[in-house]
């Protein structure tokens, strides 16, 4: 079985500043991990995703992820963030085999707030 | 290409009473699930289905939560009686089929149990 772990449940940044929101999983088998992000008013979408290759993996609005093996974690980095980023953020971990085990287990979510 | 439609978007009922939501996946995604997102919480998968047929319910509470998929595209998940701690957004995603395929979200049903 999977888990994820979100460490702060607030995260607030004054704009242009940067910000990495925290995300730790464990898995006894490979993994899929990924970032949604939920807007104010809106449904779950897609940040980004890691499925194999390049540890590090972008997303179109300045977004980056880097997943590390060694430390369980798939932190969430932007080098300067936007009021527009306001969201809240989720981090999600699935099995890679297609199995009763691989459903996506979600974090509990990072609310990110940007100060002017 | 239109996404995952969820209606209604909001419903208030009394414990002990029944409720119904209905999930029209993205067209041509064979993969169907219903969370449930308590507020302060990440969505928790209730059911998962393939086509038609059920993948995973392990997390369905079976006494009072159903669903179903007929004919393997729309969906309806009910739950009769419901109870106060039923009060959360339930949401419903499609995918293609596969592991690793994107998971689209509808814009979920907020229901209040008072």
């Known amino acids: 079985a999977q888990s994820v772990t979100q460490l702060d449940s607030q995260v607030p940044v004054f704009e242009e500043a940067p910000v990495e929101l925290r995300c730790n999983y464990s898995s006894s088998v490979s993994v899929y991990l990924f970032w949604y992000v939920q807007y104010p008013n809106q449904g779950l979408q897609l940040l980004l995703k890691?499925?194999?290759?390049?540890?590090l993996v972008e997303s179109i609005n300045g977004f980056e992820a880097e997943f590390n093996k060694s430390q369980t974690s798939f932190h969430l980095r932007k080098p300067s963030v936007h009021i527009s980023d306001t969201a809240e953020y989720f981090c999600?971990?699935?099995?890679?085999?297609?199995?009763?085990?691989?459903?996506?287990?979600f974090g509990s979510g990072t609310r990110l707030s940007i100060r002017p | 290409e239109a996404g995952v439609a969820q209606s209604p978007r909001y419903k208030i009922i009394e414990k002990r009473q029944s409720v119904a939501f209905w999930c029209n996946p993205i067209?041509?995604?064979?993969?169907l699930y219903w969370y449930q997102q308590i507020l302060g919480q990440g969505p928790k998968l209730l059911i998962q289905?393939?086509?038609?047929?059920?993948?995973?319910d392990s997390q369905l509470p079976k006494d009072r939560f159903s669903a179903e998929r007929l004919k393997g595209v729309d969906s309806t998940l009910k739950i009769q009686p419901a109870k106060l701690e039923d009060s959360a957004v339930y949401l419903c995603?499609?995918?293609?089929?596969?592991?690793?395929?994107?998971?689209?979200f509808g814009p979920g049903t907020r229901l209040l149990v008072l």
């Open positions: 890691y499925l194999s290759g390049s540890t």
């Open positions: 995603a499609s995918s293609r089929g596969r592991v690793q395929e994107t998971q689209y």
């Open positions: 067209s041509g995604h064979a993969t």
């Open positions: 289905f393939q086509n038609n047929g059920v993948v995973d």
């Open positions: 999600a971990v699935r099995g890679s085999s297609y199995s009763s085990a691989s459903k996506i287990i």
